[in-house]
């Protein structure tokens, strides 16, 4: 998609605050990726075994933003606390891991490149995405609208 940016966050910035921020909408587009791709899954009935927190399984668990209002205190807990420990991990061994996975796909500088910018984009995308289902699961607990306009509604919660 090229240079975009409509905010004017890179006006007067040098190569090290471009990096930072690209970075940054990497890591974001990441999760984001994650998130469609989980909450397409919990939505099908796909679920972990065993329980989030004692005595309340993944099962009974709501899809989506809802999921949020039925976990209990502890089982949020752990997930920040989890969250935080990859985060510092990634943080500690990031050119690393970059490094060694770009070495072990043997691509040339072009593909590197190339596979980079669609990793970019389809982070963008995922973001919307993610964003679409959420804003639409909270007008009208409909997120999968596409479907049901096609006629084949999904149930949700």
Do not use: C
Not at 43 to 59: M, Q
Not at 100 to 108: F, G, H, I, P, R
Request: aromatic share 8%; proline share 4%; charged share 20%.
């Amino acid at each position: 998609l090229g240079f975009f940016d409509p905010l004017g966050l890179l006006d007067d910035a040098d190569e090290e605050r471009f990096n930072f921020l690209r970075s940054i909408e990497v890591k974001h587009g990441r999760v984001a990726m994650l998130a469609v791709m989980g909450h397409i899954v919990t939505t099908s009935g796909v679920r972990l075994p065993g329980d989030i927190a004692y005595g309340v399984p993944f099962s009974s668990m709501k899809t989506g933003l809802a999921a949020l209002e039925t976990v209990p205190l502890g089982g949020l807990a752990q997930l920040i606390a989890f969250i935080g420990v990859i985060e510092i991990g990634w943080n500690t061994r990031k050119d690393e891991i970059e490094a060694a996975q770009l070495k072990a796909s043997k691509w040339d500088q072009k593909t590197i490149d190339r596979k980079l910018a669609i990793e970019l984009n389809n982070g963008r995308a995922a973001q919307m995405g993610i964003l679409g289902l959420m804003v639409h699961e909270k007008i009208d607990n409909n997120p999968y609208i596409l479907n049901t306009l096609l006629g084949a509604p999904v149930t949700f919660n």
